[in-house]
């Protein structure tokens, strides 16, 4: 299973002219081993910011930045040493 957090604040009025901001932070972690998809795990973490500006009564445009950082762990048995562990099974035996 995987663990989830994030953090997110918005300012709908930061300023007199209707500008929006906003702040959001963010964490998820994932073994996919547990799903029985694949023997690997994930990380992530990261922070943004947005703006938002009013282009009428109704309607607003917006900008989002954002920066992530993801590790993943393919642990013990990656699909690479599966493939080549018949090969190097086939090897020792020849030798």
């Known amino acids: 299973m995987g663990k989830s957090y994030y953090f997110d604040y918005g300012d709908p009025y930061y300023n007199i002219d209707g500008v929006s ?3 959001s932070v963010f964490f998820n972690e994932s073994d996919y081993g547990q799903y029985n998809i694949a023997a690997y795990t994930s990380d992530s973490y990261g922070a943004g910011i947005q703006f938002g ?6 309607e607003r445009i917006g900008l989002n930045l954002r920066y992530e950082s993801t590790s993943i762990d393919v642990g013990a048995m990656s ?7 018949p090969l190097q099974k086939e090897m020792n035996l020849k030798l």
């Open 21 to 23: 901001r906003g702040y």
């Open 79 to 85: 699909a690479s040493q599966i493939f080549l562990l």
């Open 53 to 58: 500006l009013p282009i009428s009564d109704i």
